[in-house]
Nanobody, 121 residues
Framework: VQLQASGGGLVQAGGSLRLSCAAS????????MGWFRQAHGKEREFVAA????????FYADSMKGRFTISRDSAKNTVYSQMNSLKPEDTAVYYC???????????????WGQGTLVTVSS
């Protein structure tokens, strides 16, 4: 399983970015896809997750209403639309694949390389 995250960059507070995670290597119909982030000096934290079928998206409390996770099965790609960004959203964002719809980092055995999001004030 290979995951390639992209879409990070520099944005001003209040702005938006859309992250993409392209998956390849095997059939993903039974996978759960998640987004996590890790700020400098902090532990990796859960952002959002969704089943590959597109159902049951759920979010960390601090992202509800601002972030939207979605997937395009035809493109084998998962997205994270991030709106109303805040400086505290600055982090490296990772996509991950697993088999359990959970926020637990260790439940995801497959990880992409990460993409940096920087939100300026």
């Amino acid at each position: 399983v290979q995951l390639q995250a992209s879409g990070g960059g520099l944005v001003q507070a209040g702005g938006s970015l859309r992250l993409s995670c392209a998956a390849s290597g095997r059939t993903f119909s039974w996978f759960v896809m998640g987004w996590f982030r890790q700020a400098h000096g902090k532990e990796r934290e859960f952002v959002a997750a969704i089943t590959w079928s597109g159902g049951s998206p759920f979010y960390a409390d601090s992202m509800k209403g601002r972030f939207t996770i979605s997937r395009d099965s035809a493109k084998n790609t998962v997205y994270s639309q991030m709106n109303s960004l805040k400086p505290e959203d600055t982090a490296v964002y990772y996509c991950a694949a697993g088999q359990s719809l959970t926020r637990v980092t260790t439940s995801y055995p497959y990880w992409g390389q990460g993409t940096l999001v920087t939100v300026s004030s």
